[in-house]
Structure formats: C-alpha cells, structure tokens
C-alpha cells in the first residue's frame, strides 16, 4: 500500500517519484494514477496543501474578520 499527500482544498497529488529537476511534482490525482497504474485501493491517502492552495489560504488568513466572510460568500455565487 502506497501512502499518496493530496491537496485538501484542490485534489492534485505530490508526485514523489518524479525526478527531474524544475518539473511540477503538484499533478492531477487522474493522470497521477494511471501513469503508476493505481487503483483506489492501492493508496492511502493522506492530506496537506500544494503550494498553490497554501498561498492563497494564506492571502486568506490575511484578511480581516470581516472581510473573509464576505470573501466566502461571494465564492459561493
């Protein structure tokens, strides 16, 4: 069984096989899975934030109170 760090707000999986230097480890959970042939039972999955995620969650945190309510709501729209 393969522990797998996927994205809590977005989905992509952290490739850790990946090698070559500069190239985005961050990949979509469809392709992640057929390019190592996994099936959903071959994995664990376990929960974090790409780089992405985490940078606009922060941008987020930085609001004030107020503010992020609003935010939120007009996410929903």
């Known amino acids: 069984m393969r522990?797998?760090?996927?994205?809590?707000?977005?989905?992509?999986?952290?490739?850790?096989?990946?090698?070559?230097?500069?190239k985005a480890r961050w990949k979509d959970q469809h392709w992640f899975m057929a390019k190592y042939q996994l099936k959903r039972t071959d994995i664990r999955v376990t929960h974090g934030y790409?780089?992405?995620c985490l940078q606009s969650y922060r941008t987020f945190l930085a609001l004030p109170q107020e503010r992020?309510?609003?935010?939120?709501k007009?996410?929903?729209s």
């Not at 992020?68 to 939120?72: C, I, N």
Request: glycine fraction near 6%; hydrophobic fraction near 30%; include cysteine.
């Open 68 to 72: 992020r309510g609003a935010s939120q």
């Open 50 to 52: 790409c780089p992405d």
């Open 3 to 22: 522990l797998v760090v996927m994205c809590c707000l977005c989905e992509k999986v952290y490739d850790d096989m990946e090698k070559e230097v500069g």
């Open 74 to 76: 007009e996410n929903k």
